[in-house]
């Protein structure tokens, strides 16, 4: 029996050799995928053991004092020590960026490794993170700087070695609340004194046997009471100092009040002087003006007292030209009259006097004397002369008398105008000097009121900074009223920690469906084989039966057939499974963590389950089927059994394809149908294939496209500055820059990084607001929060939603305004004016995002040369690192990709064999008929051919959504894989399918010609 089973093995060596593979495929990657993730558990267990990582952490936001360490020593079975650390802005001549700094300490110590150098001895001295040497060009002797530390006293140190630490399981270094966000890397400090006695954190180191849980359980029962007495000890007297300081702010404010009152009363009384100054000046100003009947323009004291001067020498000027005409137009008329009367006088002078000689002539002669009447007659002549002459001389007198009254009004007049104008300028001057005197006066009060105002705002507002500091001190103590404690364990404290304990969980989870394709195939293969194998040897079944063999014996040439071939493959596939893919895929994943190498080893739990259903599907199958046919009538055994009653198929019942189809063809689709198993199993095994396929290269462009999506169509800068206080930008060339506020937050249980914007439209500028699935911007709302696509799906969030997240242990709600298209690190949005309603919290910005084309160390030099800038880093950094981490996928692909090809082989190759072997008969008809070789092969592997074609179309069904789901499973919490499958993927993929089962078949259209006709056409009646 051992010989014929051996003799069956060499005479369908290739059935057996399928059964091997597909076993052992099936086993391999059932057991392989699923015991990754708990391999990579067991590893990271051993090694956290083995290295005494630390167990547990307690963080306190009223700090840790020594009262607290014994408080916690007391509970937990072990002790706690109270160690320092922070994150801080750290400067060296290779890089610039916010590191975390630990207090080097004995206990601290068993957290590194060295890697290079030695361990800090003296003080200023430190060990910095080995990456920091591989990724930023930091070398031992260099010296690091730190900026804004309020834990260590120094800030200069030394590296004297490189370390890896084991509170560290990956490359990454956890995120901050100051900078950009991100850590570079860790310090740890040998400074023995601090800036406090206040520490940060207490780690506990539990006794051999403790249970971490159970430690954990009592420190957090404990948290009310060691708030309390912490609070008694550090709020109890700081809020005493407070009142204290309240009540001498209040006597301050009262003193600063009276002192400005008196002040501003002196003030008030300069300034009533100066206001009755000015209205005196201002009413002669006004009265002059309007005894010159002029009109004011406005302008100064000067200015107008100069216009009414020059006002009044222009109607001076006037007012005695037109005098000096008058009164040389009347002197020239007294000229005139005097002449006249001078004539008069000249005429009238020898008529009085010869008036006066007859006069007295008469007087003297007798009335009677013949002389007499003469002397009258002359006397009368000259009477009337003399009075013709008086009247010509009346109205000359007159004039003259009138000439003389109007020169003197005139001389009045002149005596009324050098008196107007005369007033005026003494006037002038003396509201001259008075205007000089009140503007050095306002000058004085001026300045005084300015000198009141400042020093009165400057008092009042130190001591409104010194209210709003004791104010927050009051607000610090409402918010953590007595504080808020954090017991955190290893997933909490290690970097890395619970993403690699996803990671196993998502590969284990991944394992629960990708292996049933070959499960499902592996069940079909051996199936059709065995039943095969079995319905071939009926009549060798009868021999046996006739010869006396129980049916039990004459079914273990089936049966140990069928178990050679599973056991070899079960060997094969437990070694493959339990040691060559978990070593795989591990391998692929440490890049990305620093672990030790994985600790392999079979695991029953995970291999019964594959061996029982491997080994029910292989040697239950046969020992099912050959007793089945030994339990039938030898006579009947030993007979040919009858063919199956032939079935129409859909295909005929279309007539009108049917008939025009030659006969060739019509065979072809009747006898891909005849056999329900076989044609199942190249659906799922060819389409399982294909399928594989596309998720392997959907994979690939699913991952590697997320560094172009994400730095190329979502961020639109360069790179940014982390400063404190201002930045000089005109030294370096910039395309664009925007000032922002960049603050690390908390939204569950997952770190995040806020920006904020003075006006999220500009912000969009340099990030681009896009939905994913739409490609349309969003619309951009200043009154809530836009928060990234990943962070949206973790957080089961959408938009109107409200947002939750924490800073410094407080929480905080806003309204989401939109979801945007993000694919690394989680990110949210918000305004100026939504930040500071929400939070309460003065926006300072510390972070310019900038566009440039001179990405050069130059640039970076230029801008570190400022005092006040941290660090300058370039977008191009993060895209190469998140680019070498995106790599390390590769290997999966292509264990993805290997195994479709050796399912596509395996069931091309079987079914291929079993076809020729089945329809030997058929195929030596067919030869003697005189089917030409290569007709022959057409016959039999044109329906191959059509089958792979079927099994496409359930390939790219299956591909599409093992896609999704395997990119869902792959996914880590910080990016967000590309969700999109690309046709380009879909046809490589149905090609290469395709390719492959067109190769396999035409390399066994050879066999077609091996047929043995003589053999093949015998007959039982021969």
Same mark, same amino acid.
């Given at each position: ?125 430190? @060990? ?39 509170? %560290? ?112 000046? $201002? ?32 109607? &001076? ?48 002669? $007798? ?46 007049? &002149? ?5 107007? #104008? ?10 001259? $000097? ?151 895929? %591990? ?62 198929? #859909? ?59 994400? #730095? ?40 995040? &990084? ?22 349309? $911007? ?59 309603? @929400? ?88 030869? @003697? ?90 007959? #039982?009646?021969?």
């Amino acid at each position: 029996m051992v010989k014929d089973i051996l003799r069956e093995i060499k005479a369908k060596w290739l059935q057996f050799v399928a059964i091997l593979l597909i076993t052992c495929l099936g086993v391999g990657f059932f057991v392989g995928i699923r015991v990754t993730g708990y391999d990579m558990r067991k590893t990271a267990d051993l090694y956290m053991e083995t290295h005494d990582v630390l167990n547990m952490e307690f963080r306190h936001t009223l700090g840790i004092d020594d009262a607290m360490i014994e408080s916690l020593s007391e509970l937990v079975d072990g002790k706690a020590v109270g160690v320092n650390d922070t994150d801080s802005f750290v400067k060296s001549n290779s890089f610039d960026g916010v590191m975390k700094l630990i207090e080097y300490t004995e206990l601290t110590g068993q957290d590194t490794t060295l890697i290079e150098g030695e361990l800090p001895k003296q003080s200023h001295e430190l @060990v910095a993170d080995h990456i920091l040497k591989d990724q930023r060009g930091l070398k031992l002797g260099d010296i690091v700087e730190i900026k804004d530390n309020d834990v260590f006293e120094a800030e200069s140190y030394k590296v004297v070695g490189f370390v890896e630490s084991s509170r %560290y399981m990956n490359l990454e270094r956890g995120n901050s609340q100051i900078g950009s966000g991100n850590i570079l890397g860790f310090l740890y400090i040998n400074e023995p004194v601090a800036k406090h006695d206040i520490y940060t954190s207490a780690r506990f180191y539990l006794n051999e046997g403790a249970d971490v849980d159970a430690e954990i359980k009592k420190v957090k029962a404990s948290e009310d009471v060691l708030t309390q007495a912490r609070y008694e000890r550090a709020i109890a007297p700081e809020l005493e100092k407070l009142k204290d300081a309240e009540a001498e702010l209040k006597t301050a404010r009262e003193e600063a009040e009276t002192q400005f009152a008196d002040a501003k009363k002196q003030l008030n009384e300069g300034k009533s002087k100066l206001d009755g100054l000015y209205t005196t000046i $201002d009413d002669g100003i006004y009265k002059m003006a309007q005894g010159l009947d002029m009109e004011l323009a406005a302008g100064s004291f000067e200015k107008q007292i100069g216009d009414v001067l020059r006002v009044s020498q222009e109607k &001076q000027v006037t007012a005695q030209a037109e005098l000096d005409k008058q009164r040389g137009e009347l002197t020239k008329k007294q000229t005139e009259v005097e002449a006249g009367l001078a004539q008069i006088k000249a005429q009238k002078d020898p008529l009085q006097k010869q008036y006066d000689e007859l006069e007295q002539a008469i007087e003297s002669t $007798d009335p009677s004397s013949p002389a007499y009447p003469e002397l009258v007659k002359q006397f009368e002549m000259v009477k009337a002369g003399l009075a013709e002459i008086e009247k010509k001389e009346q109205p000359l007198i007159e004039a003259q008398t009138k000439l003389t009254d109007v020169l003197a009004q005139i001389d009045a007049k &002149q005596t009324e105008i050098d008196t107007l #104008f005369g007033e005026i300028r003494t006037n002038s001057a003396v509201l001259l $000097d008075v205007s000089k005197t009140y503007d050095e006066g306002l000058a004085t009060y001026t300045k005084q009121e300015e000198t009141y105002r400042s020093e009165r705002a400057n008092a009042f507002s130190k001591i409104d900074e010194a209210q709003q500091k004791i104010d927050e001190g009051y607000g610090e103590i409402e918010a953590n009223r007595t504080g808020k404690a954090f017991v955190l364990g290893r997933e909490d404290v290690l970097i890395g920690y619970r993403e690699f304990y996803q990671d196993s969980d998502r590969i284990e989870a991944i394992g629960q469906v990708f292996p049933l394709i070959f499960f499902g195939v592996a069940i079909l293969v051996t199936l059709s084989t065995v039943s095969r194998m079995v319905d071939e040897s009926r009549m060798q079944i009868g021999v046996y039966k006739a010869l006396g063999y129980s049916w039990f014996k004459t079914s273990l040439k089936f049966v140990g057939f069928a178990f050679i071939a599973w056991f070899l493959g079960s060997i094969l596939g437990i070694a493959l499974g339990f040691y060559f893919i978990p070593t795989l895929i %591990y391998d692929a994943y440490r890049i990305m963590y620093l672990t030790p190498e994985l600790e392999t080893g079979i695991i029953l739990s995970y291999a019964w389950l594959p061996l029982l259903v491997s080994f029910l599907s292989s040697v239950g199958i046969a020992m099912v089927r050959s007793m089945k046919v030994s339990r039938e009538m030898t006579a009947n055994l030993l007979r040919p059994p009858l063919p199956k009653s032939g079935q129409r198929i #859909f295909l005929e019942r279309i007539t009108f394809l049917w008939e025009r189809m030659s006969f060739l063809y019509k065979v072809s689709m009747r006898n891909l149908f005849r056999n329900k198993t076989r044609f199942l199993m190249t659906v799922i095994g060819i389409g399982g294939c294909c399928g594989l396929l596309i998720t392997g290269f959907g994979l690939r462009h699913s991952i590697y496209s997320i560094i172009d999506k994400h #730095f190329d169509q979502v961020i639109n800068y360069d790179g940014m500055i982390t400063y404190n206080g201002s930045v000089d930008l005109t030294k370096v060339e910039l395309d664009g820059s925007i000032e922002i506020m960049s603050e690390g937050i908390t939204v569950g249980t997952r770190d995040a &990084q806020l920006f904020v914007a003075d006006d999220l439209k500009n912000l969009n500028q340099f990030i681009n607001f896009k939905d994913r699935k739409s490609h349309d $911007d969003i619309v951009v709302d200043n009154s809530g929060v836009i928060i990234s696509e990943k962070l949206a799906i973790l957080e089961d969030l959408n938009v109107g939603d409200s947002f939750t997240f924490e800073i410094l242990d407080r929480e905080y709600q806003v309204p989401i305004t939109g979801v945007v298209e993000n694919y690394v690190m989680h990110y949210a949005y918000m305004s100026d004016e939504t930040y500071q309603r @929400v939070t309460g919290n003065e926006v300072k910005d510390n972070v310019i995002l900038f566009q440039t084309d001179e990405a050069s160390d130059t640039f970076k030099t230029t801008l570190l040369e400022q005092s006040d800038v941290f660090s300058v880093s370039f977008l191009r950094e993060m895209r190469d690192s998140y680019q070498d981490a995106m790599g390390n996928f590769d290997i999966v692909i292509y264990v993805v990709v290997g195994a479709a090809f050796a399912l596509e082989l395996i069931v091309l190759l079987n079914l291929i064999s079993m076809n020729l072997s089945e329809r030997q008969k058929e195929l030596a008809t067919l030869k @003697v008929l005189g089917f030409y070789p290569k007709e022959l092969a057409q016959y039999i592997l044109r329906e191959n051919i059509v089958l792979t074609i079927l099994s496409l179309f359930f390939g790219v069904f299956f591909g599409y959504y093992l896609h999704k789901f395997v990119i869902l499973q792959a996914e880590i919490d910080a990016v967000m894989f590309n969700r999109e499958l690309l046709w380009t993927s879909v046809a490589t993929s149905i090609a290469l399918t395709f390719i492959i089962s067109i190769i396999i078949n035409l390399l066994m259209a050879r066999r077609t010609n091996h047929v043995n006709m003589s053999e093949a056409l015998k007959t #039982f009646d021969d």
